[in-house]
């Protein structure tokens, strides 16, 4: 008895799909790999929406190599797919072709106008879970920094515009704690110069008689950064992990278990939306922390998997075994199984309807009398 009660309220469509859980779920991270060289694998991101600007551009296409931190980033006066794949194209004539650009699920990105320049240039597209927005790591540390920089002058009113080439240079020359090393340096071989720079008394006998000399010097130079940029990710990395995968806490899922999928509510009166829409059906594990949902209802059809964060496990209400609290349930039932989500049996109800029927054909002593002798069974 004690155990159906606590399942019967465990089950409560309404309480699953609003209260929040002190355990959420949290699938341990891995490290995407680091690339073997600058400029292979690309972030990119939309930043804004920020304050119109005299050229009336409100957001920024950012771009952030994975190999070196180096960023790249151009305003933009709308974030469609159209101004986004003019970004792109901007961002291939600089750098080059590259061989994967990460980004998120968004239309600009997932939109026919990007594909068609990607699939044109031979780029491979990668694209993050929606909702999770640790998965472009570099692009939203460097967001982060961006924030920081650009607020004096937003809140000052003065023009982010002018300013966003010298933030993204300072980006760029400010030494990373992953690899140690700032972009420019990682790129160049070499550290910027600035007006304030001390003027080195040049050695002659130090500067390489010809290009040919230069060039391996070059090099030999960058090949020692870059290795030691390799290395001090690779141990920044390990550090990261094991630090966050502390506090994991992952579903054992399996294909035909029950789960709710966390929802943004938006709009006035968001606080009394569920935050939680379900439940669903597991169908396809595509890969450790990404899984394929379909809705029993028919009402929403999932084409790409979601996160395991997004997730958590559903009770769902078991057929109650006692005939009498069937009955109780029956005349509510057509109006709570809505909002249950078909959580409760067929077979039951078509169960406690016979049971129903035969009651209502007693007179009234006797169904008093015949409930009572339930109760006291
Ligand atoms: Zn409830």
């Known amino acids: ?196 720079s001390p003027s080195y008394i040049v050695d002659f006998k130090d500067i390489p008689k010809d290009v040919k000399t230069y060039v391996e010097n070059l090099d030999a130079r960058l090949n020692i950064i870059r290795e030691f940029v390799k290395l001090n990710t690779l141990v920044a990395q390990r550090k990261m992990v094991q630090t966050e995968n502390k506090n994991a806490h992952e579903l054992d899922l399996t294909v035909g278990d029950n789960v709710y999928l966390s929802r943004e509510p938006v709009g006035q009166g968001r606080k009394f939306q569920h935050i939680y829409d379900g439940p669903f059906t597991v169908t396809c594990l595509p890969s450790a922390h990404l899984f394929l949902l379909k809705d029993p209802t028919g009402k929403r059809n999932f084409r790409r998997p979601v996160h395991m964060n997004r997730l958590k496990l559903a009770h769902i209400r078991v057929p109650l075994p006692t005939p009498y609290f069937n009955l109780q349930t029956d005349e509510n039932e057509s109006s709570s199984s809505k909002s249950d989500n078909g959580s409760s049996s067929v077979d039951n109800t078509e169960n406690s309807k016979s049971v129903s029927n035969v009651l209502t054909e007693m007179k009234p002593w006797i169904q008093t009398w015949f409930l009572n002798m339930i109760l006291q069974i």
């Open 1 to 196: 008895m004690c155990k159906t009660i606590s399942e019967y309220v465990q089950s409560c469509h309404e309480c699953q799909s609003r209260k929040v859980s002190n355990l959420k779920t949290k699938a341990k991270i891995e490290a995407y790999p680091t690339p073997s060289e600058p400029f292979q694998v690309w972030q990119m991101n939309i930043f804004g929406p920020l304050v119109s600007s005299n050229n009336a551009n409100t957001y920024v296409f950012t771009a952030v190599d994975a190999f070196s931190y180096f960023l790249f980033a151009v305003p933009l006066r709308n974030n469609d797919a159209i101004s986004v794949s003019q970004a792109i194209f901007i961002f291939f004539c600089n750098f080059g072709v590259c061989s994967t650009v990460i980004s998120d699920q968004g239309l600009e990105f997932i939109g026919k106008c990007t594909t068609e320049v990607c699939k044109m240039l031979n780029v491979e597209q990668e694209f993050t879970p929606s909702m999770m927005h640790h998965c472009l790591g570099r692009c939203e540390r460097t967001h982060r920094t961006l924030v920081e920089r650009l607020t004096p002058y937003v809140l000052d009113n003065k023009q982010w515009e002018d300013m966003l080439s010298g933030i993204v240079f300072s980006i760029n020359s400010c030494v990373n704690s992953g690899p140690k090393y700032s972009a420019f340096e990682i790129i160049y071989g070499k550290r910027q110069n600035f007006p304030l």
